[in-house]
């Protein structure tokens, strides 16, 4: 499978990747291409211009800020499941890194790519939804941020326009309990339903593929912050969620796992 | 477009469109066919090479992407002299194939972990074969033979 035809223009800096960008349509960025190839390569996306930006080395740094932890854009998932800094302060992020794919994978996938493709299943937007952490995002007119809650819009849809590349993720320490759990038939593959929870304060809980975006479980939050059972919480875990049936699961069936597995994770992060 | 990279230690030069995978630029431009293609969407490993040094799908990855940068495919594993790599050995000792389709990917994700983790556990070895499809499942001697590359590159 070969994608269609495109110009390749390799960025020297994200002030040149946003000027190609603003005078484009439809160019698109590319860094670890892992998300970005697999689709082209299926003719779901045909970009007329490709601007790679994965050798910007600006953008590929995990630093430690006092009380959160920044992010380059275009380190790597195998960068973050190796990260000291993550492992100390934030150690749920080092390990979903871990869950992605496989090893090759995490070779060449990046943060951004991940969180700019924005996939509902993929199990790094979630864990930055969990996280409640802060996208920054440059444009030609400058800088500005959003926060997750806000970022993740619709099917492989997210908050960042056509002049706009994502730079630094950041993410707030976490002091208290964590969980990731990812339920799938088989090594490698997509989660059918994950689960990411973080106690930092008040306990927050995302869920993965239960929708096209990546989802809060509200419902569970409420009820775990105003003193519910583990139980009681993990019962509401797919209230008003509408999850997808696909092949490998029917909408009835992904209620059921979301439950077990917030039960299963809130009782893992209560530890 | 014009891209230039190190494969198996000689600089190679050709001249492809963007949308030239690098597995095809290895086996179609290059005619190095030992690196296979599989299920051709970042599944199987059957196209698995090393990027300065590292374990990459290479159907997945554009030709122009890893213009400047050092490709090692199965080709490149032995000595200039025609010596086995010692994962190879342990491969053919073991008998870590049944057909040897998906031998060559293999083999390149294995010397890719075993340097991430020169001393695993069989656990271990399996979570890093992941990415890796045997259609005959012979899972069995190709984790096998991995701990006993393991054991005599450790030595």
Known sequence: MFPSTFDYVRAGSVAEAISILDGSDDAKLIAGGHSLLPLMKLRLAAPSTLVDIGRLSELNYIEDRGDHVAIGALTRHRDLETSAVLKHSVPILSHVAGEVGDPAVRHRGTIGGSIAHGDGASDLPAAVLALDATMVVRSASGERTVPAANFFKGFLETDLGQGEVLTEIRVPKVSGGWAYKKFNRRAQDWAIVGVAVVRNGSTRISLVNMGSTPLRASASENAINQGASIEEAANLASEGIDPPSDLNASAEYRRHLASVLVRRALQEASA | ?155
Do not use: W
Request: glycine share 10%; aromatic share 4%; proline share 4%.
């Open chain 2, 1 to 155: 477009m014009q891209v230039t990279m190190t494969v198996n230690g000689q600089t190679v030069s050709r001249d492809v469109e963007p949308r030239t995978l690098l597995v095809h630029f290895l086996r179609d431009h290059v005619g190095l066919t030992g690196t296979n293609v599989g299920c051709d969407t970042s599944s199987c490993g059957a196209c698995t090479v090393h990027v300065n040094g590292e374990s990459v799908k290479s159907c997945t990855m554009l030709a122009v992407q890893a213009d400047g940068q050092e490709i090692t495919t199965i080709e490149g594993l032995a000595s200039p002299e025609g010596e086995l790599h010692p994962m190879q050995k342990a491969f053919q000792e073991n008998h870590g194939l049944q057909c040897g389709f998906c031998t060559p990917g293999m083999v390149m994700a294995a010397t890719s972990f075993l340097k991430e983790n020169p001393h695993p556990t069989e656990a271990e070895v399996r979570l890093g074969l992941e990415g890796n499809l045997c259609r005959c499942t012979g899972y069995h001697n190709i984790v096998k033979s991995v701990l006993a590359a393991a054991e005599s590159m450790g030595e």
